[in-house]
C-alpha cells in the first residue's frame, strides 16, 4: 500500500501516543479473533498491514466507506489507473473496511450496539497494529433541528435524549454511565477547515443520539406512535433551546470509547432534513448523495491539511 510520505501533524501531547485499549487483558491473550471483522492476530501481519494508520474515519453504510477510500485516494494522490480498494473485511459481511495510506474507512452498520462492537475490535485492531497518535473520525448523517437541511454539524458535545452528556450501559447486570465528550481541540480545527468550504453551511453544536430512529427521534411516521404533534414539537423545540442542532444514533458510544481509551474522536454529521418541518427522508436520491458528501470534503479537507503539517 502506498503511504503519504508526509508526517502527520500530531494533537496537543498525543506526540507518539499508542493505541492502548481501556483493558488488561487484551495484553495478555495468546491469540485475539477480531471476529466481526474477520481479521485475527494468528492469522493476519497486523502490523505490516495497518501500522502506519493515523485517521481512522467511520460512517454507517459499507458502500459510502468505499467511496470514501476512493475519494481520499484521489485526494492524497494515491489513486492510479486501475487502483483497487479491496474490502479488507471480505470475509465477513457484518462491517466493510478499506485502507488508502494512512486512512482507514470503515463502516459502522446503525446505532449504538453495531459501533460498540466495531469500535472494540478496531480500536484492539489498532492496539495490535502498533499505531500511534490515531484520531478517529465519524463522517454521518443526521435529522436536523432548525438548520437549513444539506447543513453540516461538527458534534461539540454528544448528549443523550434526555439531554445529557452521558451514555449508559447495563454491564454485568448493573447501569454504568460514560460521559460523552469529544475533543474539543480537534472540533475547532474542524470548523477552522470548514472556512474554506464556505459553499455550505457548517455549524459547532451538540448532537443528540437516540437509540431509535423513530419514536426514539420524535418521529411521528412510525409504525408506534405514543405522543401527539404538540408533543414532538415541544421535544424537538427544548431540545433547540438546549443547543442541540441535530439527532443520529451513534455519537454518544463514539465519544465515550475513544475518550476511554485516550484516543482524539470527532463527528461530523450533515443533516439531511429539517426535524421541525417533517419526519421523511424525502429529497431526491441525487441530494441526498451531495448532501452525504459534505462530511468527507470537510474531512478529507482537515486529513490534507493534518498531513501537511501546516495550519
Ligand atoms: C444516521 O442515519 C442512520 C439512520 O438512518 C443512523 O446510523 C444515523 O446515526
Ligand atoms: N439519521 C438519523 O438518525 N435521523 C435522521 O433524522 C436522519 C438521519
Same mark, same amino acid.
Given at each position: 500500500?502506498?503511504?503519504?510520505?508526509?508526517?502527520?501533524?500530531?494533537?496537543?501531547?498525543?506526540?507518539?501516543? $499508542?493505541?492502548?485499549? +481501556?483493558?488488561?487483558?487484551?495484553?495478555?491473550?495468546?491469540?485475539? =479473533?477480531?471476529?466481526?471483522? &474477520?481479521?485475527?492476530?494468528?492469522?493476519?501481519?497486523?502490523?505490516?498491514?495497518?501500522?502506519?494508520?493515523?485517521? @481512522?474515519?467511520?460512517?454507517?453504510?459499507?458502500?459510502?466507506?468505499?467511496?470514501?477510500?476512493?475519494?481520499?485516494?484521489?485526494?492524497?494522490?494515491?489513486?492510479?489507473?486501475?487502483?483497487?480498494?479491496?474490502?479488507?473485511?471480505?470475509?465477513?459481511?457484518?462491517?466493510?473496511? $478499506?485502507?488508502?495510506?494512512?486512512?482507514?474507512?470503515?463502516?459502522?452498520?446503525?446505532?449504538?450496539?453495531?459501533?460498540?462492537?466495531?469500535?472494540?475490535?478496531?480500536?484492539?485492531?489498532?492496539?495490535? +497494529?502498533?499505531?500511534?497518535?490515531?484520531? =478517529?473520525?465519524?463522517?454521518?448523517?443526521? /435529522?436536523?433541528?432548525?438548520?437549513?437541511?444539506? &447543513?453540516?454539524?461538527?458534534?461539540?458535545?454528544?448528549?443523550?435524549?434526555?439531554?445529557?452528556?452521558? $451514555?449508559?450501559?447495563? =454491564?454485568? /447486570?448493573?447501569?454504568?454511565?460514560?460521559?460523552?465528550?469529544?475533543?474539543?481541540?480537534?472540533?475547532?480545527?474542524?470548523?477552522?477547515?470548514?472556512?474554506?468550504?464556505?459553499?455550505?453551511?457548517?455549524?459547532?453544536?451538540?448532537?443528540?443520539?437516540?437509540?431509535?430512529?423513530?419514536?426514539?427521534?420524535?418521529?411521528?411516521?412510525? +409504525?408506534?406512535? &405514543?405522543?401527539?404533534?404538540?408533543?414532538?414539537?415541544?421535544?424537538?423545540?427544548?431540545?433547540?433551546?438546549? /443547543?442541540?442542532?441535530?439527532?443520529?444514533?451513534?455519537?454518544? @458510544?463514539?465519544?465515550?470509547?475513544?475518550?476511554?481509551?485516550?484516543?482524539?474522536?470527532? @463527528?461530523?454529521?450533515?443533516?439531511?432534513?429539517?426535524?421541525?418541518?417533517?419526519?421523511?427522508?424525502? &429529497?431526491?436520491?441525487?441530494?441526498?448523495?451531495?448532501?452525504?458528501?459534505?462530511?468527507?470534503?470537510?474531512?478529507?479537507?482537515?486529513?490534507?491539511?493534518?498531513?501537511?503539517?501546516?495550519?
Amino acid at each position: 500500500m502506498a503511504s503519504s510520505g508526509s508526517q502527520t501533524k500530531t494533537r496537543g501531547n498525543h506526540s507518539g501516543h $499508542f493505541v492502548q485499549p +481501556a483493558n488488561p487483558n487484551v495484553a495478555t491473550m495468546p491469540e485475539d =479473533v477480531l471476529y466481526h471483522l &474477520s481479521l485475527s492476530t494468528s492469522t493476519h501481519d497486523l502490523p505490516a498491514m495497518f501500522g502506519d494508520v493515523k485517521f @481512522v474515519c467511520v460512517g454507517g453504510s459499507p458502500t459510502r466507506m468505499e467511496a470514501f477510500a476512493k475519494y481520499m485516494a484521489k485526494e492524497l494522490g494515491l489513486d492510479h489507473p486501475g487502483a483497487e480498494y479491496p474490502n479488507i473485511c471480505a470475509g465477513t459481511d457484518r462491517y466493510a473496511m $478499506f485502507k488508502v495510506g494512512p486512512v482507514l474507512s470503515v463502516s459502522h452498520g446503525i446505532g449504538i450496539p453495531s459501533t460498540s462492537v466495531m469500535l472494540h475490535e478496531v480500536i484492539k485492531l489498532l492496539y495490535h +497494529a502498533r499505531c500511534s497518535d490515531v484520531t =478517529v473520525i465519524r463522517i454521518g448523517t443526521s /435529522g436536523g433541528i432548525g438548520l437549513e437541511p444539506g &447543513s453540516v454539524v461538527v458534534t461539540q458535545q454528544a448528549v443523550d435524549a434526555s439531554f445529557s452528556p452521558m $451514555f449508559e450501559q447495563m =454491564v454485568l /447486570g448493573k447501569r454504568v454511565v460514560q460521559r460523552t465528550d469529544l475533543d474539543q481541540e480537534l472540533a475547532k480545527e474542524l470548523m477552522q477547515c470548514a472556512t474554506d468550504l464556505p459553499e455550505f453551511p457548517t455549524v459547532l453544536a451538540k448532537t443528540m443520539c437516540t437509540s431509535d430512529f423513530y419514536e426514539g427521534q420524535g418521529r411521528l411516521d412510525g +409504525a408506534l406512535c &405514543s405522543y401527539t404533534e404538540k408533543d414532538k414539537q415541544d421535544y424537538l423545540r427544548a431540545a433547540h433551546a438546549a /443547543g442541540i442542532r441535530n439527532i443520529e444514533m451513534e455519537s454518544s @458510544v463514539l465519544a465515550a470509547m475513544c475518550s476511554a481509551c485516550g484516543i482524539p474522536v470527532a @463527528v461530523v454529521c450533515v443533516t439531511l432534513l429539517n426535524r421541525l418541518d417533517g419526519d421523511q427522508v424525502s &429529497s431526491p436520491h441525487d441530494v441526498l448523495v451531495k448532501y452525504q458528501q459534505r462530511p468527507q470534503r470537510l474531512v478529507s479537507h482537515f486529513i490534507k491539511k493534518s498531513l501537511s503539517t501546516v495550519w
